[in-house]
């Protein structure tokens, strides 16, 4: 193949067909919000920024430590959750150090 030559595509539908989505992200998009509660996993996002969180506590504001889905880049001060807990079906790494208090404002979907 050369640079000129167009790169073999995949239908659109054919791709379509092959996506998975877990059984929670389905669910969680037609039901309201829940109360917050720790041990939630909710997407966070405000000025530009997209994080997906754990609630750890709520009060005025949401307590929430940052996860992230890359479970090679974790180290000493991450922990590793068990898949069964993940509601996107991969596994997610925690990161306590990094707790933070957010506003209820930036809680855009729960998981």
Do not use: C, K, N
């Not at 995949?10 to 917050?36: G, K, M, N, R, T």
């Not at 997610?92 to 979907?109: H, S, T």
């Amino acid at each position: 193949m050369t640079a000129d030559q167009p790169r073999g595509q995949l239908p659109l539908e054919q791709v379509v067909a092959a996506v998975s989505v877990p059984a929670a992200i389905q669910e969680s998009a037609h039901q309201a919000d829940p109360e917050f509660a720790p041990g939630q996993i909710w997407r966070a996002d405000w000025s530009e920024e997209v994080l997906l969180v754990a609630v750890s506590g709520v009060g005025d504001e949401i307590s929430s430590v940052p996860l992230s889905l890359d479970a090679d880049y974790r180290d000493e001060t991450s922990v590793l959750l068990d898949l069964a807990w993940s509601p996107l079906g991969i596994p997610l790494v925690a990161w306590p150090d990094l707790e933070r208090d957010l506003p209820r404002a930036g809680f855009a979907q729960f998981f």
